[in-house]
């Protein structure tokens, strides 16, 4: 499965627009921050602008560099969570290299509950490589990877609605430290608050700067796009 994972990834990257180089997105997101930093004094404060800006970038590049017809080549018509977490994958690693210019490490693992499934997925850079997000000098407490996280959370968003799963799955991520992205695909059938057990099992703290509601009110307010109740 691998291998031909593998081959999809490099077909799809032809028909994807070229990497950007990376000093190109962290030059521009050293000066984010450092406006957001004279602007807030809480970290917590500047993590969830970072977030929210990531969510409106993000949304506008899935739409700009994916093609519809090439998410639903990939995502599995059954909605299986393995092959759900083979499409978690593929666009994980395409987002990444679209960046940073390299594939990253990337896992996964599916977690199976009384009323459904959550797979979690984890995107992180190989350590002989740079990021967009690396070498950035901040105050203590400022993750330059929320706006990565914001990204994702609303490029995932924006696939669920083109490929009309957005009643079937929803989807959450947040930054590992200073090294990648950790998110989480959920069914719809889990109650929110098991759901929100679960996560901060597996990754104690993930909504300690931003929230849920946060989640919730920025993707509702530049996608349209809603998460359960709760």
Known sequence: MKRELAKLIGRLS????????????RMLLMFLIAKLEAEFTNPADINRELHRLGIWGGSRCLVELSKP????????SDHNPEGVADF?????????NWFSGHSPYFSSKIIKEENGYIIEGIVKSVESKETFADKIETISGVNPYYMAS???????????????????WW???????KSGIIGFYIQRTIPVEKVVEVIEKEKPGFFKD???????????EYLGAKLPSF
């Open 69 to 76: 017809e090439d998410l639903r080549k990939t995502y599995p």
């Open 14 to 25: 032809k028909h994807f627009q070229p990497t950007v180089h990376v000093l190109v997105p």
């Open 171 to 177: 989807s959450v991520w947040r930054p590992i430290d």
């Open 88 to 96: 978690m994958e593929v666009y994980s690693i395409l987002a990444w």
């Open 210 to 220: 931003v929230s849920l509601k946060d989640s919730a009110k920025f993707l509702l």
């Open 150 to 168: 914001g990204g994702f959370e609303a490029a995932t968003a924006i696939a669920f609605k083109i490929l009309r799963v957005e009643n079937i």
